[in-house]
């Protein structure tokens, strides 16, 4: 995992090239879980 930087409140998370989340695509914060979640993938 590696944490770059952004600029002008980007908030984007990617995991091995693909976008997981995006803040400006949501319009808002992820809520706590979601990303942990995002990555773990849909539930089996």
Same mark, same amino acid.
């Given at each position: 995992?590696?944490?770059?930087?952004? #600029?002008?409140?980007?908030?984007?998370?990617? /995991?091995?090239?693909?976008?997981?989340? #995006?803040?400006?695509? /949501?319009?808002?914060?992820?809520?706590?879980?979601?990303?942990? #979640?995002l990555?773990?993938?849909? /539930?089996?």
């Open positions: 995992m590696k944490l770059v930087k952004g #600029s002008g409140g980007v908030f984007d998370v990617v /995991a091995d090239g693909r976008k997981v989340f #995006s803040k400006h695509d /949501a319009g808002r914060f992820p809520q706590p879980g979601e990303v942990a #979640s990555l773990r993938g849909p /539930a089996r």
